[in-house]
């Protein structure tokens, strides 16, 4: 059973463009959430979406940030207009159908905006 | 979410001393879970604790959630360099009751 893919794993971008983060979740997992880590410090709460659904969208910033999550493919994690403070490890969680208190994360998207 | 504070930030051990970090909360938790963090990797859920002092051992690992269910430690017996990584704390909260409320992380070092 696969785990929570991410891609890519490493992503450079300028001041001004746009970056897209994608997640696949584990095979029957169907809860999505979104975590941003600053270096040196713990993860931050982002996004949490269900298929077609974002539940929970209290840890996006309100511009240039948005995440969703289609019927087929992957969640995306789209950040328009990047700065320097957008540089970070994004990591991407899953959980099963059936809620649980046990979210597998991802390998993480590093993005250098430079 | 309910912020919970990590204490100490940073820990040098010598390989076989054992290492402790403590979680800390001034409300309530529902629950409290537990992560480790390699160097340039990813969180690997390592246990959840939910009901008022509970202890729950892994090996070397011991974690206790506190009689209050406010704090929680997770304390390393006879270090070795494999156990090197960031511990972070964490409970569940949010709208939707699925949100992850992470500490700052303990980072371990240890000498060989």
């Known amino acids: 059973n696969a785990g929570v893919m991410q891609n890519p794993r490493h992503l450079v971008r300028r001041r001004g463009q746009e970056a897209r983060l994608r997640c696949s979740p584990m095979?029957?997992?169907?809860?999505v959430y979104w975590y941003r880590q600053l270096p040196e410090e713990g993860l931050k709460f982002m996004v949490y979406?269900?298929?077609?659904?974002?539940?929970?969208e209290s840890g996006m910033p309100k511009e240039r940030f948005s995440a969703e999550f289609p019927k087929e493919g992957p969640s995306i994690l789209r950040i328009q207009q990047v700065v320097r403070g957008d540089s970070a490890a994004y990591f991407c969680?899953?959980?099963?159908?059936?809620?649980?208190?046990?979210?597998?994360f991802g390998p993480g998207t590093r993005l250098t905006v430079l | 979410g309910q912020q919970v504070m990590q204490i100490p930030q940073y820990q040098h051990v010598q390989e076989g001393e054992d290492f402790t970090t403590y979680c800390n909360s001034s409300?309530?938790?529902?629950?409290i879970q537990w992560y480790k963090q390699r160097p340039g990797g990813h969180p690997v859920f390592l246990i959840q604790?939910?009901?008022?002092?509970e202890v729950k051992k892994q090996k070397r690992l011991t974690f206790q959630f506190g009689e209050a269910k406010k704090n929680s430690s997770l304390h390393i017996t006879a270090t070795q360099t494999t156990d090197v990584g960031t511990y972070f704390c964490?409970?569940?909260?949010?709208?939707?009751?699925?949100?992850?409320?992470f500490g700052g992380g303990t980072r371990l070092m240890v000498k060989p």
């Open positions: 969680a899953s959980s099963p159908r059936l809620v649980t208190d046990t979210q597998y």
């Open positions: 095979k029957g997992h169907s809860h």
């Open positions: 979406l269900q298929k077609e659904n974002i539940i929970d």
């Open positions: 409300t309530t938790l529902s629950n």
């Open positions: 604790l939910v009901k008022s002092g």
């Open positions: 964490a409970h569940q909260s949010g709208n939707a009751g699925n949100m992850l409320t």
